[in-house]
């Protein structure tokens, strides 16, 4: 199995490579620190997984993103992990949307790594416990944000909540108008009521708040 490894820091090699290897004895690592590297070796070597940093100092210009971007437009059968010192929610966040199958922090245990490589080649997209513990930590910050939020949920009518909900797609009145079979002036009058009883500032928190509580707000439409 080949394994592209693209990096610029050349300490991170050994490292990753030594990983690598305990998980798969056999495999093939190769480095390279740019993106014209990375296309060149991957038109010249068939390769199963690719571990991509986010960051390259000296490419301004160039992030991961841009590089995998690259990459899976030309291979897309190829399973690229995100392997970054960012630990953050929103990068996390940013790297499942554009393509990687998963996502580690370079401080993460050998286990969380042996079972990511692992899972990506077998099933392809992993919820890595790199990117569980950041979730974990950003429910625990939403929820104690949102805490008088969630309490005020039962206060809410079945059109509040059912206008609650759709309001995670588009806050735009005239379009939940014609979802909801009312006019523009009563949608603006239900979110009104519902930002008053969550105890919100204004439609965007709404929204926020109905994507990331989507579940509560089932349950509590299907119990009126």
């Given at each position: 199995?080949?394994?592209l ?8 090699e050994?490292g990753l ?14 480095f390279?620190?740019?993106s014209?590297?990375a ?11 690719v571990?991509?940093?986010l960051?390259?100092?000296d490419?301004p210009?160039?992030?991961?993103f841009?590089i ?42 050998f ?10 080649l ?7 416990q ?6 974990k930590k ?6 104690s944000?949102?805490?008088d ?6 206060n809410?009518s079945?059109k ?6 759709l ?9 939940l ?5 009312n ?6 009058t239900?979110?009104?009521h519902?930002i008053?009883k ?5 439609r965007?928190e709404?929204?926020l708040f109905?994507l990331e509580?989507?579940?509560e ?5 299907k119990?009126?």
């Amino acid at each position: 199995m080949n394994v592209l490894i693209i990096d610029d820091h050349p300490i991170i090699e050994e490292g990753l490579k030594s990983r690598i290897l305990k998980v798969f004895p056999n495999a093939h690592c190769f480095f390279v620190s740019t993106s014209r590297d990375a296309i060149s070796y991957l038109h010249q070597h068939p390769t199963e997984l690719v571990f991509c940093d986010l960051e390259f100092n000296d490419q301004p210009k160039t992030d991961g993103f841009t590089i995998v971007n690259t990459i899976l437009k030309k291979y897309p059968k190829i399973k690229v992990i995100a392997h970054t010192n960012y630990n953050s929610y929103r990068i996390m966040k940013k790297v499942t949307d554009s393509g990687f199958q998963s996502f580690l922090y370079k401080g993460c245990s050998f286990q969380d790594f042996s079972d990511t490589v692992k899972n990506v080649l077998l099933n392809g997209n992993y919820t890595s416990q790199s990117m569980k513990e950041l979730l974990k930590k950003r429910n625990n910050y939403l929820r104690s944000i949102f805490t008088d939020s969630l309490y005020g949920v039962s206060n809410l009518s079945k059109k509040e909540l059912s206008l609650t909900l759709l309001a995670r797609k588009t806050t735009d009145k005239s379009k939940l108008a014609k979802k909801m079979g009312n006019t523009p002036s009563t949608i603006d009058t239900y979110f009104q009521h519902i930002i008053k009883k969550l105890k919100l500032k204004n439609r965007q928190e709404v929204a926020l708040f109905s994507l990331e509580f989507y579940d509560e707000l089932i349950k509590a439409r299907k119990e009126i």
